[in-house]
């Protein structure tokens, strides 16, 4: 069930993404006028659970691409791609300009290095799941889970 009191509304426009209950994960639910805007807002909900995304300076740009044979595989790829930039370069990201090409996700991403004076960190989101992952063009929305 989603709670209403969960929502998350940063835009101006409507609801960003919502979180839903889940046992042990975290599950959202993104939306947004187009699947781009949608992958955005999963993108910014991932780093949001990690730490308060809208306090991230965006001060560094990373090109991210991701590939997949279908809209779900695309999402699982492209945020597993983000948490591992993530990891490995140790940032927050808060900025996603998606666009797609083919079977491909091309992401501006901005953010900046974490600051564990100014971060706040939040869950330690492990890994991109993809139990009830699922992509709708009709409405547009996608829901993950995120595995903390």
Not at 50 to 65: E, H, N, Q, Y
């Amino acid at each position: 069930m989603y709670g209403k009191n969960n929502l998350q509304n940063t835009h101006t426009h409507g609801v960003r993404y919502e979180i839903a209950e889940h046992t042990a994960d975290i599950m959202v639910r993104c939306y947004g006028k187009t699947l781009e805007e949608c992958f955005e807002n999963a993108a910014y909900a991932l780093f949001d659970q990690i730490s308060d995304a809208a306090a991230v300076k965006r001060v560094l740009t990373f090109d991210v691409t991701a590939e997949g044979d279908d809209p779900e595989s695309l999402l699982y790829a492209f945020l597993s791609e983000l948490l591992f930039i993530h990891d490995s370069e140790s940032v927050l990201l808060s900025e996603f300009r998606v666009r797609f090409e083919g079977g491909r996700v091309r992401c501006e991403a901005k953010g900046e290095r974490i600051d564990t004076k100014r971060h706040r960190m939040r869950s330690g989101v492990k890994a991109i799941t993809y139990h009830m992952l699922s992509v709708d063009a009709n409405e547009p929305s996608v829901t993950v889970i995120f595995d903390v």
